[in-house]
């Protein structure tokens, strides 16, 4: 199936993925890099499937997640701790240390559903690669 241009996720009503990180303070952007392939492979995705990266207004600053979006020529949306905690229920794994710090049970899970929109919805739970965890959302039919 021939994905759309990078530029473009929207166009045709393509649906749109999402790649939600979560990660330990200090990583490196080969371990976010890692993350993801690790988690579109275990879904049979590759790297041009994805339409954005996405995080946690805590990470903002964590700079291996813009540089792995910079890497892979795709926006990193950072999403506010209210949207996090709306998509909270719908995730399907729970960190008590991403509950304490974060208000919500998976910083990757929630920040995927997030920006995938309404309706989105998780490809499987995360992928824990190290310091790193990344979840796949894909975007539900919605106009």
Aim: net charge negative; proline share 6%.
């Amino acid at each position: 199936m021939a994905a759309g241009h990078a530029g473009h996720p929207m166009e045709l009503g393509e649906a749109m993925m999402v790649a939600g990180i979560g990660s330990r303070k200090g990583v490196r952007v080969e371990d976010v890099l890692a993350a993801i392939e690790t988690a579109l492979e275990a879904h049979g995705l590759a790297m041009t499937a994805l339409s954005a990266l996405a995080t946690a207004t805590l990470k903002k600053d964590e700079e291996a997640i813009p540089a792995a979006g910079r890497a892979l020529r795709l926006p990193v949306i950072v999403v506010d701790d209210s949207a996090l905690q709306a998509a909270s229920p719908e995730t399907l794994s729970h960190s008590d240390l991403s509950q304490d710090l974060a208000g919500t049970p998976s910083v990757s899970e929630a920040s995927a559903l997030a920006v995938a929109g309404k309706g989105a919805r998780l490809l499987g739970p995360r992928t824990v690669l190290g310091p790193v965890t990344c979840a796949i959302a894909i975007s539900g039919d919605a106009p």
